[in-house]
Each structure stands twice: as C-alpha cells, then as structure tokens.
C-alpha cells in the first residue's frame, strides 16, 4: 500500500478545556525517550490499552502528536489530519467520555 503512515490506531475524544497533559516544545527531548503512563488522561491510558489489545504498536493522539504551542507544526499536522484518521486501521472514538480525564472503558 502507499500509506504514509505505519498501522495505528487513532483517537478522537473530547478534550473539555485545557489539555492537562500534552506535547509542547520544552518537553518533545523528553517525551522522545520516556512518556509516564501513570500521568496520562484516563481516555488516552483507555485507547492506549485498545491498541495494545489490538495488536497495534502505535496510537495517534493529536495532543501528543502535535506540538500544541507552535504554530507552524499545529498549522502542518492539522492539514494532514484527514490522512492521519483514512490511513488508521481504526479509529477510536471516545464518545462516552466529556474530557480526557473520565475514560471510556467504564
């Protein structure tokens, strides 16, 4: 296939106000080497453990996958988000949960 993206599932959740957790540019160093689950939203640690169940090794997540405080990267990945949900081998939908921190796997 002429994917750009390698098999992952995709998550599409609410995030209800500020974003608790997210990537910004003072912590990309970091999270390239280590992201502490414990820290996350409960809806992210959900999809987290949906992906895992699935056999998948990646989970896109627009908080973690765009850096939220530049512009250029928001304005870049932001265009190609169509592709990002197309190419997934699925598309988690939290749709149960009204913020990031409530879950979806109740």
Same mark, same amino acid.
């Given at each position: 296939?002429?994917?750009?993206?390698?098999?992952?599932?995709?998550?599409?959740?609410?995030?209800?106000?500020?974003?608790?957790?997210?990537?910004?540019?003072?912590? @990309?160093?970091?999270?390239?080497?280590? #992201?502490?689950? *414990?820290? @996350?939203?409960?809806?992210?640690? &959900?999809? @987290?453990?949906?992906?895992?169940?699935?056999?998948?090794? *990646?989970?896109?997540? %627009?908080?973690?996958? #765009?850096?939220? &405080?530049? %512009?250029? %990267?928001?304005?870049?990945? @932001?265009?190609?988000?169509?592709?990002? *949900?197309?190419?997934?081998?699925?598309?988690?939908?939290?749709?149960?949960?009204?913020?990031?921190?409530?879950?979806?796997?109740?």
């Amino acid at each position: 296939s002429d994917t750009l993206w390698p098999q992952h599932a995709a998550l599409s959740y609410c995030w209800e106000g500020d974003q608790e957790v997210n990537l910004t540019k003072p912590i @990309l160093t970091l999270w390239r080497s280590e #992201i502490l689950f *414990y820290n @996350l939203p409960q809806t992210i640690k &959900d999809a @987290l453990w949906v992906t895992a169940e699935l056999g998948l090794q *990646y989970l896109w997540v %627009d908080a973690f996958c #765009i850096i939220q &405080d530049e %512009d250029a %990267d928001k304005n870049k990945e @932001l265009a190609r988000m169509s592709d990002v *949900y197309s190419e997934a081998y699925i598309t988690l939908l939290a749709a149960r949960s009204p913020k990031g921190q409530d879950g979806f796997l109740q």
